[in-house]
């Protein structure tokens, strides 16, 4: 079955970086678009960025561009959120996502969670 | 970035009582619409995509409708486990880099 599992969250100061990871399992990971979107405590979703199936393609929400990076390596199926220059208000539950269909940014499945708190 | 408004913020309703939440975009997404189930402490489930397509195994009582800057998720005879905060999403301007989600309806047991 379809698994996505986050990890590297936890509290962090403000400018300070934090790389999160998403391990998947149960698809051919280098087959799809995957992508980060995250909540912050009691709030919506706020999609935050994603990556091409090849890691040759990023797209980012303005709230973070310039300030994380999103990569891959197909070879471990692994993917990444390089965050840097963090703000308290990228305190929030990052999910990792996995595109439904190609070319569209829409999501059929989604990892539990990572926390990530930003404060001094 | 394209605006997602849903209404009501919360509704409050029965078990088995057929229910339709809105959701209006600031300009036309054309079909490049989803929607979303989320419980507490879960991950969001894909419900439905392209504004009126099911995603696999949800059930038939789960329709979306709309096209352009109106949408529709409509539940018909709901049952316990639907009450949940629902988010719809647009997907039509990714090109351009905005995805954007709507702030969600909450689903409260009346």
């Known amino acids: 079955q379809v698994q996505l599992v986050e990890s590297g969250g936890g509290v962090v100061q403000p400018g300070r970086s934090l790389r999160l990871s998403c391990v998947v399992s149960g698809f051919t990971f280098s087959d799809n678009g995957m992508h980060w979107v995250r909540q912050a405590p009691g709030k919506g979703l706020e999609w935050v960025g994603g990556v091409s199936y090849d890691g040759s393609n990023q797209y980012y929400a303005d709230s973070v561009k310039g300030r994380f990076t999103i990569s891959r390596d197909n070879s471990k199926n692994t993917l990444y959120l390089e965050m840097s220059g963090l703000r308290t208000e990228d305190t929030a539950v990052y999910f990792c996502?996995?595109?439904?269909?190609?070319?569209?940014?829409?999501?059929?499945?989604w990892g539990q969670g990572t926390l990530v708190t930003v404060s001094s | 970035e394209i605006l997602m408004t849903q209404s009501p913020v919360t509704l409050s309703v029965s078990p088995g009582e057929r229910v339709t939440l809105s959701c209006r975009a600031g300009q036309s997404v054309s079909s490049n619409l989803a929607w979303y189930q989320q419980k507490p402490g879960q991950a969001p489930r894909l419900l439905i995509y392209g504004a009126s397509t099911r995603a696999t195994g949800i059930p038939a009582r789960f329709s979306g409708s709309g096209s352009g800057t109106d949408f529709t998720l409509t539940i018909n005879s709901l049952q316990s486990d639907d009450f949940a905060i629902y988010y719809c999403q647009q997907y039509n301007n990714w090109l351009q880099s905005t995805v954007t989600f709507g702030q969600g309806t909450r689903l409260e047991i009346k």
């Open positions: 996502a996995k595109m439904a269909v190609a070319f569209s940014f829409f999501f059929d499945f």
